[in-house]
């Protein structure tokens, strides 16, 4: 029996290699809550108009580094936003269903402009190509101890992978004890 966390973290696992992402190792024996009070609280992910001091305090209570914080980030190289969800609109990258560094190459190289949403929430566009930036993925080039990691992943897709891989096991994993390997 195979429960639901452990479903959603098997699909977003697998969905990471089909776009051709990194392997990242699953491991069963998450239990589902069963009760809203069991579930877990609000406020786990970042607020998207928010900068570097946010985003520490978002991902250090729950034991993740500044690296981490880039790494994972760097999951926006897939998807979109969209307005009727978080406010907010458009593909991070010209291929939204494309799993690699592209997030990063963009961050560096194309000039981003202030604009805003259809729905008024700041963000930034680059030129006429349909990408956007939220204010927290641009936090990762103004903060001086984020900045190394988005220059080391623009240049190097493997050490990208290779860290996502470990930084993502890790998130998926986040308050699950006795996890056991899948023979």
């Known amino acids: 029996d195979m429960s639901h966390a452990a479903f959603c ?16 190792a699953f491991r069963v024996g998450r239990k589902d809550a069963a009760t809203v009070d069991e579930s877990v609280e609000e406020g786990r992910h970042p607020d998207a108009d928010k900068e570097s001091d946010h985003l520490r305090s978002v991902f250090h209570r ?4 500044d690296q981490d914080i880039v790494i994972l980030s760097g999951a926006h190289t897939v998807g979109s936003c969209h307005a009727d969800r978080s406010g907010f609109e ?3 990258t010209a291929d939204p269903n494309k799993f690699d560094n592209s997030y990063f190459v963009d961050l560096i190289n194309k000039e981003w402009k202030e604009s805003k949403a259809s729905t008024g929430n700041p963000q930034f566009a680059a030129g006429g190509d349909g990408t956007m930036m939220l204010i927290s993925d641009l936090a990762l080039m103004k903060d001086e101890k984020f900045k190394p990691f988005v220059e080391k992943y623009a240049k190097d897709e493997k050490a990208f992978f290779d860290d ?20």
């Open 62 to 65: 729950m034991g993740l580094s």
């Open 164 to 183: 996502f891989a470990v930084s993502y096991q890790k998130l998926i994993e986040l308050g699950c004890t006795d996890l056991q390997a899948v023979a």
């Open 9 to 24: 973290a098997l699909a977003s696992i697998v969905a990471v290699k089909e776009m051709g992402g990194p392997d990242v």
């Open 90 to 92: 458009g593909p991070w």
